[in-house]
């Protein structure tokens, strides 16, 4: 008994099977056909149908039987030759027209040949709904039913006048062609819309990776919503190997960056297989647990006045992540398969961003290394040698140039100091490492303060806030030309610097105690605004006299996951 269920559905699977590939094969057919071919098939078919059915029962009135044969024999003729020569003229051209004007002409008088209104052959009419949308979409279908309403009116006045009014007929044909043109002229919008998405997909932007995430993430952000027709998207993506992850929100034209405080969204919703898409219920529940795990969305967003969600995750090499897609112009039964695209697209782009950084950071250490063994090798021991030279010359001196020498010789001293740390550093790839900002910039801070003789107050909030070692070098470097313009410039002895850490940004302000900038021109000191820009900071003066206040903020290197 058991076998025998077990071998009829077999059977029974194996016939589906048969049956959807025979459906599949003649949908290809159809798709792979030429359209301007299928209306002319269509047209040739209509004829000759037609005049089959004047030659079985002729039709009323017979004084026009004649007439009516001759120029149904004409259209047969005319539909023939559409067949079996193409019709070459350009789509956009007047010409193109031509078979369809004499489509309308050639039904309409054959109808007022025939019984008018009641004529068989006004059945015959709405062919040209479908053929005009299939060639120009909607707008063929909107010409096609003004078309066939001209016609109408034109072939039932008389018929309304001869005493026998056939106002039922005229009415509910005209109600019949409207609502027929309505239906074809959404098939036709609908083709032109999804062929139009089709060709966002292809038209995919590949933006240049930078150091500032939002600009990169905020154009394919962009298209993805041209291309699915959504104002509102959230994207949440990690690495395989980190907990942590990054939330995008795509609203009102611009991305917005966040940070999930837990994990537990990605042990409840693993994008795994990666081609999973879905929508309704099970999209606005992952939604809904998304926003939980970042707790300052889910105040901007309410998710109660939703109208329709659907997700699709990716997964790839290095990253995994979610995309949902919020009130989009899709069709419900379509919106998961533009998603699911959309998405997978978006995961390529995640994983050429990895892979491009990785690279440029194997670049970028490489460069570093080679700097290192040519300071070495360079001015380290041209440092050397200047400091053993003034230590000699220092003894054959009064005391009081002696002094003024010594200051000298502990000023390149210190700078050969700093030029073995940077050499050793970038040697054993220290550079790479974390390490508390507070320390690295504050036994900086020391030695500037010998060399300019300018006391520096350095506070950094909060103290364990940890960076990349190359990039508390690249702060370090900042405060250093902050200084020297300071005292050089504005004759500072004090400076004040407080280095900030907000959300994924660290905010330096530097405030010195100088006599400030007195002119336009020197509102933006060059050497610091154009370090700032190639980290992707943004670079501010905040006060201009009595003494120089710079606001810096720079994004922390990593913090686009």
């Given at each position: 008994?058991?076998?025998?269920?077990?071998?009829?559905?077999?059977?029974?699977?194996?016939?589906?099977?048969?049956?959807?590939?025979?459906?599949?094969?003649?949908?290809?057919?159809?798709?792979?056909?030429?359209?301007?071919?299928?209306?002319?098939?269509?047209?040739?078919?209509?004829?000759?149908?037609?005049?089959?059915?004047?030659?079985?029962?002729?039709?009323?009135?017979?004084?026009?039987?004649?007439?009516?044969?001759?120029?149904?024999?004409?259209?047969?003729?005319?539909?023939?030759?559409?067949?079996?020569?193409?019709?070459?003229?350009?789509?956009?051209?007047?010409?193109?027209?031509?078979?369809?004007?004499?489509?309308?002409?050639?039904?309409?008088?054959?109808?007022?040949?025939?019984?008018?209104?009641?004529?068989?052959?006004?059945?015959?009419?709405?062919?040209l709904l479908p053929a005009m949308t299939l060639r120009w979409g909607a707008?063929?279908?909107?010409?096609?039913?003004?078309?066939?309403?001209?016609?109408?009116?034109?072939?039932?006045?008389?018929?309304?006048?001869?005493?026998?009014?056939?106002?039922?007929?005229?009415?509910?044909?005209?109600?019949?062609?409207l609502v027929i043109a309505l239906m074809v002229a959404y098939l036709g919008?609908?083709?032109?819309?999804?062929?139009?998405?089709?060709?966002?997909?292809?038209?995919?932007?590949?933006?240049?990776?930078?150091?500032?995430?939002?600009?990169?993430?905020?154009?394919?952000?962009?298209?993805?919503?041209?291309?699915?027709?959504?104002?509102?998207?959230?994207?949440?993506?990690?690495?395989?190997?980190?907990?942590?992850?990054?939330?995008?929100?795509?609203?009102?034209?611009?991305?917005?960056?966040?940070?999930?405080?837990?994990?537990?969204?990605?042990?409840?919703?693993?994008?795994?297989?990666?081609?999973?898409?879905?929508?309704?219920?099970?999209?606005?529940?992952?939604?809904?647990a998304l926003l939980a795990g970042a707790p300052t969305l889910s105040q901007?967003?309410?998710?109660?006045?939703?109208?329709?969600?659907?997700?699709?995750?990716?997964?790839?090499?290095?990253?995994?992540?979610?995309?949902?897609?919020?009130?989009?112009?899709?069709?419900?039964?379509?919106?998961?398969?533009?998603?699911?695209?959309?998405?997978?697209?978006?995961?390529?782009?995640?994983?050429?961003?990895?892979?491009?950084?990785?690279?440029?950071?194997?670049?970028?250490?490489?460069?570093?290394?080679?700097?290192?063994?040519?300071?070495?090798?360079?001015?380290?021991?041209?440092?050397?040698?200047?400091?053993?030279?003034?230590?000699?010359?220092?003894?054959?001196?009064?005391?009081?140039?002696?002094?003024?020498?010594?200051?000298?010789?502990?000023?390149?001293?210190?700078?050969?100091?700093?030029?073995?740390?940077?050499?050793?550093?970038?040697?054993?790839?220290?550079?790479?490492?974390?390490?508390?900002?507070?320390?690295?910039?504050?036994?900086?801070?020391?030695?500037?303060?010998?060399?300019?003789?300018?006391?520096?107050?350095?506070?950094?909030?909060?103290?364990?806030?940890?960076?990349?070692?190359?990039?508390?070098?690249?702060?370090?470097?900042?405060?250093?030309?902050?200084?020297?313009?300071?005292?050089?410039?504005?004759?500072?002895?004090?400076?004040?610097?407080?280095?900030?850490?907000?959300?994924?940004?660290?905010?330096?302000?530097?405030?010195?105690?100088?006599?400030?900038?007195?002119?336009?021109?020197?509102?933006?000191?060059?050497?610091?605004?154009?370090?700032?820009?190639?980290?992707?900071?943004?670079?501010?003066?905040?006060?201009?006299?009595?003494?120089?206040?710079?606001?810096?903020?720079?994004?922390?290197?990593?913090?686009?996951?």
């Amino acid at each position: 008994m058991r076998r025998n269920w077990l071998q009829t559905r077999i059977e029974s699977s194996v016939a589906g099977l048969g049956v959807f590939g025979l459906q599949r094969r003649l949908q290809d057919r159809l798709l792979l056909a030429d359209p301007d071919w299928i209306i002319s098939v269509g047209r040739l078919a209509v004829a000759l149908l037609a005049m089959l059915a004047i030659y079985l029962d002729p039709t009323q009135p017979a004084q026009f039987l004649w007439q009516s044969q001759i120029v149904l024999g004409f259209y047969c003729a005319f539909a023939l030759l559409l067949v079996m020569f193409r019709w070459t003229a350009n789509s956009q051209s007047l010409w193109h027209v031509v078979p369809y004007a004499i489509d309308a002409l050639v039904l309409g008088w054959l109808a007022m040949l025939t019984s008018e209104l009641t004529s068989p052959f006004a059945s015959f009419l709405p062919f040209l709904l479908p053929a005009m949308t299939l060639r120009w979409g909607a707008m063929g279908a909107l010409v096609g039913v003004i078309v066939l309403e001209i016609e109408l009116v034109i072939v039932g006045v008389p018929d309304l006048e001869d005493g026998n009014p056939e106002l039922n007929i005229f009415i509910v044909r005209s109600a019949c062609y409207l609502v027929i043109a309505l239906m074809v002229a959404y098939l036709g919008a609908y083709r032109q819309r999804t062929r139009q998405r089709l060709t966002e997909l292809a038209d995919w932007p590949s933006p240049a990776i930078t150091n500032a995430g939002e600009v990169w993430l905020e154009q394919l952000l962009r298209h993805a919503a041209t291309v699915l027709g959504s104002s509102l998207m959230v994207v949440a993506w990690r690495d395989h190997d980190e907990q942590r992850s990054t939330v995008a929100v795509w609203r009102n034209q611009s991305v917005h960056l966040v940070r999930m405080t837990d994990d537990i969204f990605w042990q409840r919703h693993d994008p795994q297989p990666f081609d999973y898409h879905g929508s309704g219920n099970d999209a606005r529940r992952g939604l809904r647990a998304l926003l939980a795990g970042a707790p300052t969305l889910s105040q901007e967003l309410d998710v109660a006045r939703i109208k329709t969600v659907s997700r699709a995750g990716f997964s790839g090499v290095r990253c995994l992540g979610w995309l949902f897609v919020i009130d989009s112009t899709c069709r419900p039964e379509e919106s998961g398969e533009f998603t699911e695209v959309v998405a997978r697209r978006l995961g390529s782009e995640f994983e050429r961003m990895a892979l491009i950084r990785e690279h440029s950071d194997a670049a970028l250490s490489q460069e570093r290394e080679r700097l290192a063994r040519d300071l070495h090798d360079s001015v380290l021991q041209d440092l050397a040698a200047a400091n053993l030279t003034l230590r000699s010359v220092q003894a054959q001196l009064p005391e009081a140039l002696s002094n003024r020498l010594a200051q000298i010789a502990a000023i390149v001293a210190g700078q050969q100091r700093r030029i073995r740390h940077f050499v050793e550093d970038h040697r054993f790839g220290d550079q790479l490492l974390d390490t508390v900002l507070d320390r690295a910039m504050r036994r900086h801070s020391e030695e500037l303060v010998d060399q300019w003789d300018c006391r520096i107050e350095l506070n950094v909030a909060p103290d364990d806030v940890q960076v990349p070692g190359w990039f508390a070098g690249q702060l370090n470097q900042i405060v250093s030309e902050a200084t020297a313009n300071a005292v050089r410039h504005g004759h500072a002895t004090h400076l004040s610097v407080d280095v900030t850490r907000s959300r994924e940004q660290l905010v330096l302000d530097i405030v010195d105690n100088g006599c400030g900038l007195k002119t336009a021109e020197q509102k933006r000191p060059t050497s610091l605004f154009m370090r700032t820009e190639s980290l992707g900071g943004s670079f501010t003066v905040t006060r201009t006299e009595p003494g120089l206040g710079l606001r810096i903020a720079l994004p922390i290197p990593g913090d686009m996951g």
